[in-house]
C-alpha cells in the first residue's frame, strides 16, 4: 500500500425517506469537523422506491446549503446509478449491494462508507481512518457461537472460500463509518459478478446470511491471507444507538456519558430508535447534538421523534425539557 500522504477521501452515505431528518445532522457535523483538504467528495445514495427517491433527492438539494463551504463536494445519486440490474429484494439487501459498488461513484483510492446515522462530534483527521502507511483502519471484537453474526461470518467466509477457522479469531465491525480501499470494492464485487452472476443476483437472491462488511473481510483474508497485512488497528468505536440496544438505562447512561465526553469522533443513533427514547435520553442526545449546532431546536422533534413519558413525569416534561436546553 502506498503512503497516505495528502490524498483525499471519498465518503458516501446511504440514506432512505426514514433517516433523511438524521442525515442533515450529519450534513451539518461535516461542515463542522472534517477539513475540506481532507474530502475528495461526499456522495449521498438514495436508496428508496422511485417515488420516493425523487422527493427525497429534491428535498437534499433543497439543502445542500448545510455543507457551507463543502457544497461543491456533495454528489447525489440514486440506487439506479450504481445497481446494474433489478434485485428481489430490496431495503437492506439494496443497501448491501450498493455499499460494495460505491467503486462505480468513488475515484479516490480511500472511501468512507457511512450511514445517515452517523455524526461527527469533534474534528475529525485523515489519521482517524486511514493509518499513515495508507491502511484502513478498524478495531475487532469476537462473534459468539449462536449468534446471528457468527452465521454472518460462516456464510461470508464460505462465500470467498476461505477456511473458517477464522471464525475463531476476533473480526472487524460491521457499522459504519467503514473505511476501506476504493480497489478493495472493485476485486470484491469482480469475484461475486464472476462467481455468482452478478453482486445484484448474490444480495438479491442469496441463501446465505453473508454481509456485506464480513464479505469484505474475508475477501480480504482470501487475498492477503491476514487482517494484518490489510488493516491497521486504532479505529475508534462509534458510540451507536441502535434498534434495541442498549436495552437498558445503564447501557444507555453509559453511552451516552462516553459521547459526551466526546473522545469518540461518531456519535451514531438508528431512525429505529424515533419515538422511543425515554426523556432523560431523549434531552442527551439532544444537548450533544444541540451544543455543537448540530441541529436547529425545530428539528429535534422531526429527527428524533417523541420522547416517551414516564408514569413518573407530566404531560408537560417533553416540551420542558427541550426548552430548557434551548435556553
Known amino acids: 500500500m502506498d503512503h497516505l500522504e495528502n490524498d483525499a477521501i471519498d465518503f458516501a452515505t446511504v440514506t432512505y425517506r426514514g433517516d433523511v431528518e438524521l442525515w442533515k445532522v450529519q ?52 440506487k439506479n446509478d450504481i445497481l446494474r440490474y433489478n434485485m428481489a429484494k430490496g431495503g437492506w439487501v439494496h443497501q448491501q449491494a450498493i455499499k460494495l459498488m460505491l467503486y462505480n461513484i468513488c475515484v479516490s483510492s480511500r472511501v468512507v462508507i457511512m450511514d445517515a446515522k452517523n455524526s461527527f462530534i469533534h474534528p475529525v483527521l485523515r489519521h482517524e481512518f486511514f493509518s499513515e502507511d495508507g491502511k484502513p483502519k478498524t478495531y475487532v471484537r469476537m462473534r459468539s457461537p449462536g449468534g446471528f453474526q457468527f452465521s454472518w461470518l460462516e456464510d461470508s467466509l464460505n462465500t470467498m472460500g476461505v477456511d473458517t477457522s477464522f471464525m475463531s479469531l476476533p473480526s472487524p465491525p460491521t457499522i459504519t463509518p467503514y473505511p476501506v480501499l476504493r480497489e478493495t470494492l472493485q476485486g470484491l464485487c469482480a469475484y461475486l459478478d464472476e462467481n455468482f452472476e452478478s453482486v445484484e443476483k448474490f444480495f438479491g437472491n442469496k441463501r446465505s446470511q453473508a454481509t456485506e462488511f464480513l464479505l469484505i473481510y474475508a475477501y480480504i483474508l482470501k487475498e492477503t491471507g491476514s487482517l494484518e497485512n490489510y488493516y491497521s488497528l486504532g479505529l475508534r468505536t462509534p458510540n451507536t444507538v441502535f434498534n434495541a440496544t442498549p436495552n437498558s ?12 465526553l466526546g473522545k469518540q469522533p461518531v456519535f451514531s443513533i438508528h431512525s429505529g430508535r424515533k419515538n422511543k427514547l425515554k426523556v432523560k435520553h431523549f434531552k442527551r442526545i439532544s444537548n450533544i447534538w444541540m451544543s455543537r449546532g448540530l441541529i436547529r431546536y425545530d428539528d429535534i422533534f422531526k429527527v428524533l421523534g ?4 414516564e408514569k413518573t413525569e407530566t404531560p408537560d416534561t417533553e416540551k420542558a425539557v427541550v426548552e430548557k436546553e434551548e435556553k
Do not use: C, Q
Open 249 to 260: 438505562d445503564t447501557g444507555m447512561d453509559t453511552l451516552l456519558d462516553k459521547a459526551e
Open 306 to 309: 417523541r420522547p416517551v413519558i
Open 27 to 78: 450534513a451539518r457535523s461535516f461542515a463542522k469537523y472534517v477539513p475540506t483538504e481532507m474530502i475528495s467528495s461526499i456522495n449521498v445514495i438514495i436508496n428508496d422506491d422511485d417515488d420516493a427517491t425523487a422527493e427525497i433527492k429534491s428535498h437534499i438539494n433543497d439543502n445542500l446549503d448545510i455543507f457551507e463551504h463543502l457544497k461543491d463536494k456533495v454528489k447525489i445519486w440514486t
